[in-house]
Structures are given as structure tokens and as C-alpha cells.
């Protein structure tokens, strides 16, 4: 079983939808990660985040360290949102020297 | 700043060929490491580094060998290429280990 299981895999919206994107690990960590990879393009930070709750424009990341589940949502998505957003956790212990471990990723698009 | 950069973008290799990658950061990052992304794995940590001099190895690190003798520099070599090691390869940096990672544009190999 991976330790960071994202879902869904696949996400098909129209514009203008509110997105959730779902992750749930099952270790101990010190940090979780949001990140956004555009076909073809490089990897992005959105968040990064240990407790509670963080906003970006129209993006917001949510985590439930009791439950280990953090979610991703996007209001007013657009088709620019279109992208692959992995989640990924620094465990607890060792400082997060040992980089981070990532789930496989949702694809989303947005249609206009 | 130019943030995390690697060249080059794309190589393809024979087997057998050794080659090195490589990776700098001009944001005076304790933290380094690589990845590779695979379609289905995941990104996956092949090496890291803590600081200069400092390297340790990863999840997947079996034919690749890394040093860090600056703080810019983290160079990712391949020995002996085989098509197995056919992947992009992200370098990444941080300021320490548990901060924000900052992503290079990535490496797309391919060992025929």
C-alpha cells in the first residue's frame, strides 16, 4: 500500500466549478505538500502546511493531522487550473532529510 | 534570481554511456536532492544532500552517484546508463529539509 494515496486519479470539470482534491498518508509527518506540474512542465509549491488551514487566491489546502487527510480545493476553476497536483508528505523524524514521499498525482481539466 | 536550474533538458543515451546532470541553485539552499518521475510511480528520491560535502542516498539510488562540493551545486552522474534509469529527472532545493521545495524544470532521459 503507498504510504500517500491520492484521489481522484482523474478529474474531467467544467469552468467554473469548485474542485477537491483528497490526500491521505499513513505515516508521521512533519509537513505536507501541495504541488502543481503542467503537462511538459516543471514541478511547482503551492502550500506547504502542518496544521489547520492555508489560502492562495482560489486555492485552499485543508489538513486533518488526527485523520491524516489533508484536501486541495480550487474555486472558480478555470481551464488554466488544468494540471496534474500531487500531493506529498516530509515524515516526522530525521528533520525531512529524507526528501519527501509522493503520492501518484490527479490529473484535472477543466473545460471551458 | 534563476532559482533551481538543470541541463540539460533532454538526453538520450546509449547503454552503457555514463553522463552527469546538473543542478544549481543560486537562493543559498542547505538542501538538494533529486528525483526521478516515472508515468504510474510517482516521484521517487535518488540522492540528498544536507549541506556541502554532505550527501546521503535515497529511495531509489542504485547506478546514479551524487557530491556536493558548493552550496550551488548538486551534480546527479550516471555510470553506467541503462534503459531502466529512462526517466525526468527533477533536482530540487530548500533552505532546510521541512521548508518549501523549490523545483528545477527538470531532465527528460532516455537510455536506448
Known amino acids: 500500500k503507498n504510504e500517500v494515496e491520492q484521489s481522484p486519479q482523474n478529474l474531467t470539470a467544467q469552468e467554473g466549478e469548485f474542485i477537491t482534491i483528497n490526500c491521505s498518508y499513513s505515516?508521521?509527518?512533519?509537513?505536507l505538500h501541495w504541488l502543481q506540474q503542467h503537462p511538459g512542465g516543471g514541478i511547482v509549491s503551492l502550500f506547504m502546511?502542518?496544521?489547520g488551514k492555508k489560502k492562495h487566491g482560489r486555492l485552499i489546502a485543508t489538513i486533518n493531522i488526527q485523520e491524516k487527510h489533508s484536501s486541495l480545493h480550487i474555486t472558480a476553476s478555470h481551464p488554466r487550473d488544468s494540471a496534474v497536483y500531487i500531493c506529498?508528505?516530509?515524515?516526522?523524524?530525521?528533520?525531512?532529510?529524507?526528501?519527501?514521499?509522493f503520492g501518484k498525482g490527479t490529473h484535472l481539466i477543466i473545460q471551458p | 534570481n534563476a532559482g533551481v536550474t538543470q541541463t540539460p533538458k533532454f538526453q538520450v543515451l546509449k547503454t552503457g554511456q555514463s553522463m552527469t546532470l546538473q543542478c544549481a541553485q543560486d537562493?543559498?539552499?542547505?538542501?538538494m536532492s533529486w528525483y526521478r518521475q516515472d508515468p504510474g510511480m510517482g516521484l521517487r528520491l535518488i540522492h540528498y544532500?544536507?549541506?556541502?560535502?554532505?550527501?546521503d542516498q535515497g529511495e531509489v539510488p542504485n547506478g546514479y552517484n551524487v557530491s556536493r562540493s558548493t552550496t550551488e551545486d548538486f551534480p546527479l552522474r550516471l555510470l553506467s546508463a541503462a534503459p531502466s534509469q529512462t526517466s525526468v529527472y527533477f533536482c530540487?532545493?530548500?533552505?532546510?529539509?521541512?521548508?518549501?521545495?523549490?523545483f528545477g524544470p527538470g531532465t527528460r532521459l532516455t537510455v536506448t
Open positions: 530540487a532545493s530548500s533552505y532546510r529539509p521541512n521548508y518549501e521545495q523549490y
Open positions: 505515516v508521521g509527518i512533519s509537513a
Open positions: 502546511l502542518s496544521s
Open positions: 506529498a508528505v516530509s515524515r516526522a523524524g530525521g528533520g525531512g532529510a529524507d526528501g519527501l514521499t
Open positions: 537562493m543559498n539552499h542547505e538542501y
Open positions: 544532500s544536507v549541506g556541502a560535502g554532505i550527501t
